[in-house]
């Protein structure tokens, strides 16, 4: 997709992509001037954002334009002591919207926001980075749970490891569940927990499985070893990686200002 590329005489450099092909720009008097197919564009003067020169009906005013509307996007990377490896954990909006999220680092490639998930606090915009694991298990949300004496069920499906392996408190409701029929080593999705039930006295150490989430792989044997990736939404782990890419997209109609953003990295100790 052809892109605007533009030169900032200020910084001396190509400054940003623009997502319109004018066939001439310049800035005077504080807007911005296109010319496209020998008509003259003056920007930021209505309220059709982001609905540029490929409709008819924009060479034909007072006739209002329906569009089509276009989102929003910008992307740029995070990318301070670039030799250490980072988790970047949180994002801070300085601005007055909220936008949609996706972050990539050279490490992990999942990280997003959705908007309704920002908290507005002290007149910015504050929320976690969440990572979707599926396929990662590189990942410190990850754990072991141990190998399965007894499988059964089919929808929902329970497993039971021996008492004497205590599963823990870090596993809950929803974290997803992964196996491998030893000594294969390739992981495979078992499904969300549904519901954990331990009873030692009575020799119940027993995990439900919901298997209807797609991608799920059926449990063909009892003897497995499972392990469990926490849910993401439930709690934040960041992304991790030496930068991160963000990729942001809003899609109001109208006016709104980003003036800054910014993330809460912390080193890693691996």
């Not at 533009?6 to 400054?15: A, H, I, K, L, M």
């Not at 197919?37 to 009906?57: A, C, I, P």
């Not at 059926?218 to 709690?235: H, L, M, T």
Request: proline letters at 6%.
């Amino acid at each position: 997709m052809a892109n605007t590329l533009t030169y900032s005489e200020t910084v001396d450099g190509w400054v940003s992509f623009y997502s319109y092909h004018p066939d001439w720009i310049i800035g005077m008097n504080n807007y911005l001037y296109t010319f496209k197919g020998g008509d003259l564009y003056k920007h930021n003067v209505n309220n059709s954002r982001n609905t540029f020169y490929e409709q008819w009906w924009a060479k034909f005013p007072p006739i209002p334009s329906p569009g089509p509307f276009i989102s929003t996007r910008l992307v740029s990377v995070f990318n301070d002591v670039a030799l250490e490896n980072k988790l970047f954990k949180t994002i801070n909006i300085q601005g007055d919207a909220t936008w949609s999220m996706t972050f990539e680092t050279d490490l992990q490639y999942s990280g997003f926001i959705q908007s309704s998930w920002f908290e507005k606090k002290e007149a910015s915009y504050f929320a976690f980075i969440r990572n979707d694991s599926n396929g990662q298990f590189a990942l410190r949300s990850l754990n072991g749970i141990g190998r399965s004496i007894l499988v059964t069920g089919g929808t929902d499906v329970d497993f039971s490891i021996s008492p004497l392996i205590d599963m823990g408190g870090i596993i809950s409701i929803g974290d997803s569940v992964y196996f491998t029929i030893p000594p294969a080593t390739i992981p495979k999705f078992a499904g969300l927990v549904q519901n954990i039930i331990k009873n030692y006295p009575a020799g119940i150490n027993q995990m439900v499985v919901d298997t209807s989430p797609p991608g799920t792989v059926p449990i063909a044997a009892n003897d497995n070893y499972f392990f469990f990736v926490k849910n993401s939404v439930a709690e934040s782990h960041g992304v991790l990686g030496h930068y991160c890419v963000f990729d942001i997209t809003n899609g109001s109609s109208s006016k709104i200002e980003l003036f800054t953003l910014a993330s809460d990295v912390m080193k890693s100790f691996p």
